[in-house]
């Protein structure tokens, strides 16, 4: 039977994923510093063999044959996404693949030395190439798929999502936030002459904040049984679905950066832990996508861990554990803070989407081919200038150089951090117009109708259905903007 | 070329058995306790695919081909020891294979619950099965290579060990001991008598002693930049050459049951380390065998590490981390303490080697088939109380129950243990007769010409000679009794 055959295909990808995901994890937290080389070597290898595995010839007639065979509802589903899986890991020429490889790793290579330098000159014609093969990419996935380009490229982070559906929600947000960060800054500029910031400064050492991270992990839903908190340089949620590693960095000098770091990534590995079980090996049994994932440590994250109820039952938590005693009204503004400033990743919740929205429509004119990488700095910053009154002009670095994401070729992912914080603050709306006292109830540290909620809606439904389907299913209605500029109107509005 | 294919395989085996390597490590030190299920079943089917990768057939045929061609001196020899790896992974038929897997997974299963529970008469059967297996194995080995049975099962664990060369070594060995043990005992009675012992027992944190460990890691050699050191229920020395784990447990009462067994894992570590960088892909690359493998960690830890002159250098590393103040006749009856006992795995170096002679004696006879499972219990008592004047009659849990090798189908591995003591002896010999000032030169806590000795005949060999080539090579000798002897009359002989 070829269902049969997929199924033990499956089992022998999840065993060299899992190898996959251990060894990234490890050699992020545990692995000795000279061991990286051998490490890359093996991984390479490893993901050599998954993906001779993956798109062995045979497979297209194993699907083809299954699709004729008697299966169930699971079956069914698992056959369809594993067929989708087997599409966008099969349209590319495996020359392509090669070549494209190169050029993005050269491309990041470059890039880690020449961002430091500021030295756009030296690092445009490395992005150049990358941008030309990913147009190649965007027109044969457009091909198979039978998508627009730019669609064809979001399709392997979300699938589903298209840009005529993201466009017109992310225009009215970025209307709606163009006048509204500058009133949101101006709100709180008030509010701190009023009363002035408490600093975060204190000393607090890194055994103190991890345990105050363990008990929050812990509080909020992790399994500690099948997980557990490290130590990276930069914080990530990776490992397996059994044994969910996630990290945060420490800084000795205020503990709310890692906390909040913590709730973030604790949001994606509630998404992990919590995925059918059973279909672990299946591609059905994965987290949906990117945005969807996002919406799910930013529904920790920024819903509830930035929601002041949070912290009325979380201030006592954090002065048990550091000896500390922070009021709410101490707290708030350290929690709620709002800053204009060049880094997406250092952004808040207000000021955020207008840098995506700035990626993503100048990411589509670079795929279109309607914009040139030559002629990115001068866009980046008009762009910039326009939605948060700041220039790049002279310091590209921190313009068009910022992120990893295209030198890494990963054109079509941008979108998915702030469709996943709108879709966040969509599930909560729907989440307490079912449950109106979820705020009473985490305050009282009782976060389980919340996580009931989104493990029946979401969790529990690994790939069935697509990125758009999925939230429709979840809320009971399409993507809408409203919902979130509603939570940023009651968070930062005044 | 044919060399070049087997070459490339070596590269995808080296990559399975990272992943395998730091999987292991992983599961014993850093895994969630509810991700051991999902660990199983990944490194069983990683596993899997290194034996279908490493016995496909066409590989008999590259070999051949591989021995027509023009090959250089370090290729030769790592075809020869990839022949000899490949001849001992197909010599047993795959459904053999399976069913002896199936066999020492049961009964070592079994053998956990029954061991606790004192329940020889239930354990009888499971380990008939597995020595009836195991005859059947040795069988096999023997006719593919030409050797004895009981030959053909140690040349797995120690290429070119035979019963004949160390059968007499080991005669010579046991007639001393069986003398000296109780005189050596009455020599510590006669000083614990004038000097009463100061006890070990204290308070120490583990953290403390951690830094005590890697400080005295880093001081014996260990690269700290390509290994580290964590915590497990049973110490081991895993992970690869580039990044090797070692393992220790601490009891916070005392320092030096876990500081002494960290040296033991240095010794393993540093050989690990030191092996030929570039042929790590190699079977010629890695360590030669069992025994030698042993004889670096003894090194370390006997010869070494209970060395007197040691202790005048360690005594004062250990009261700057552990805020003591031992002296040298305080610590040295605890460094040298001897017992008899029961159990192997806590006996001393004089009695150990009477532990394993008795179980090479005893798997002899049950690998030629002179002796019954059902007769072991009384065997084994017999040879306990000729050697070391204790019975186990009642008591078979610490009798023929004791290991695990046995219900795991590991005949052949016991000899490893005490050919690894006396192989240090021989090797420390050796050194100090090349330089004689070894002992003033550990004292300062200088190691660099006992670890430039072993690494010039030990470590960068990898395996390119068999075991008894090795020594013989190493030392200038045949494996002979007399240093070992030597070594443990002077240390206890009083
Ligand atoms: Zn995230
Ligand atoms: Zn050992």
Redesign the interface.
Known sequence: MSFQKLDDLC??L???E??LA??GA?EA???????G???A??????SG?YHRHATAPEIADWIEAAETEALNEDQTAALREFRRHHTNLTCLPADFVERQTAARLRCEQLWRGLRARNDWTSFQPALEGVVTLVREEAAMRADVLGLSPYDALMEQYDPGNRAADITPVFAELKAFLKDFAPQALEVQAGRLAKRPLKPLSGSYSIEKQQALGLAMMEAVGF??????L?VSHHPFCGG?????RITTRYRTTEFLSALMGILHETGHALYEQNLPQDW?HWPLGKARGMAIHESQSLFVEKQIGRNPAFWRWALPVVDTHLDENWSLDDIQPHVHHVARGLIRVDADEVTYPLHVILRYELEQELVAGRLEVADLPEAWDAHMRDYLGLSTIDNPADGPMQDVHWPGGAFGYFPSYTLGAMMAAQQWAALVRDHPDTDEAIAKGDFSTANEWRRDRIWSQGSRWSTPALMERATGEKLDASHFIAHLQKRYGG
Chains 1, 2 share one sequence.
């Open positions: 089992r022998r999840e065993a060299l899992h190898a251990i060894l490890d937290t545990h692995m000795a510093v000279g061991g080389e051998k490490r070597e093996a991984m390479a290898a490893l063999m399994d500690l049984t099948r997980g557990s490290s397996v679905p059994s044994d969910v672990s």
